[in-house]
Every structure is written in structure tokens, then in C-alpha cells.
């Protein structure tokens, strides 16, 4: 189970890009991943804090990277 302290993060970084993004869901997505991607590069188990941030729309890098070559 993750920490109320990284819940709260991930809660964070979700408010900047919804702000950030203004009304562009698409952008919100790359944002919120990106920011997300740095903060917890180095969190360890990953999976399980990537497994609560989809609830957010979390994209990986190598998906993102996936999109973008289409």
C-alpha cells in the first residue's frame, strides 16, 4: 500500500497539470506524465506507484513514445 505522503504527490502534480493544461486533456496526460516520471524515477516498487497514478491518465514513456510515432 502506498503512503499517504506519496498519494498526496501524485495528487499534487495532478492539480499542476490540470492547471497547466487549461482545457486540453491531451496535454494534461504528457504533463502529468512527464512530471511524474520525475519525481518517482527513482521510487521503489515502481509498478505500484504507476498502477495508482493510471487512475489519473498516466501514460509510461515507452506508450507515450508508442503514440507519437503514429
Partial sequence: ML?????????EL???????SRTSYDEYIR???IAFDKEFKRYYPLHEV???ARTYGY???SER???GKH
Fill in 3 to 11: 503512503s499517504y505522503f506519496v498519494m498526496n504527490k501524485i495528487q
Fill in 14 to 20: 495532478v492539480d499542476k497539470a490540470s492547471v497547466d
Fill in 31 to 33: 504533463l502529468f506524465s
Fill in 50 to 52: 504507476q498502477r495508482y
Fill in 59 to 61: 501514460v509510461t514513456k
Fill in 65 to 67: 513514445n508508442k503514440q
